[in-house]
Structure formats: C-alpha cells, structure tokens
C-alpha cells in the first residue's frame, strides 16, 4: 500500500517562490508516474505537472509550464515541485499523486499554497 505525504505549503506574495515535497512510501517511482494536482477553492481538482514511468519525460499545465519544475530524488522517494513567480490564481491546495496506470493510484492529503496579492 503506497503512502504520500505533502510538505512545503505556505502563504507567499506575488512573484514568490516555494518548493513542495511530496515523501513517497510504498511507491517505486520507475513503476509510477508521479504528478501534482491541485484544487482551488469551488473548482474541480487540475493537473500541474507529472514525470512519466516509462520515459521520465516531464509533462506540464500550461498555465505553469516556464514557472514550475517537478524533479524527483528517488534515492530519497521525494518528489519536488519548485514554484517560481507565483501568482494569486496558484493559490490551492496541492496534492501529490501516484499512478502505476494499472490498479494502483495514491494521494496525499494535501498541502496549502496561498499567494497573496
């Protein structure tokens, strides 16, 4: 059973960075496609980027994409979002995601992110 926690959240002013962490357990991540979702407040939850399983090619939204890098240690099953030049529509709460595209699909619980005007 794999298990994700989320870290790293905050409230940042416009144009602000902030790095996620996402430690993954019970996930071999060259099995997994790991991603970040995210879920603002009265909206359904939206894909923010992703490493793929079998290439490792990294996949963004576009509305992030020459903002946000996702990377991956998996000596320590961490994967990252580095957030930069962040604006108030990145506000949300982001959550981390596990995908073999099998029958194994995990979330964490979440971390806040609130950018202030």
């Known amino acids: 059973q794999g298990k994700l926690v989320e870290s790293g959240g905050g409230l940042v002013q416009t144009g602000g960075s902030l790095r996620l962490s996402c430690l993954a357990s019970g996930v071999t991540f060259r099995s997994f496609t790991m991603g970040w979702f995210r879920q603002a407040p009265g909206k359904e939850r939206e894909f923010v980027a992703a490493?793929?399983?079998?290439?490792?090619?990294?996949h963004y939204a576009g509305s992030v994409r020459g903002r946000f890098a996702i990377s991956a240690d998996t000596a320590k099953n961490t994967l990252y979002l580095q957030m930069n030049n962040l604006k108030p529509e990145d506000t949300a709460v982001y959550y981390c995601?596990?995908?073999?595209?099998?029958?194994?699909?995990?979330w964490g619980q979440g971390t806040q992110v609130t950018v202030s005007s």
């Open positions: 490493i793929s399983a079998n290439d490792g090619a990294s």
């Open positions: 995601n596990a995908d073999d595209d099998a029958d194994s699909d995990y």
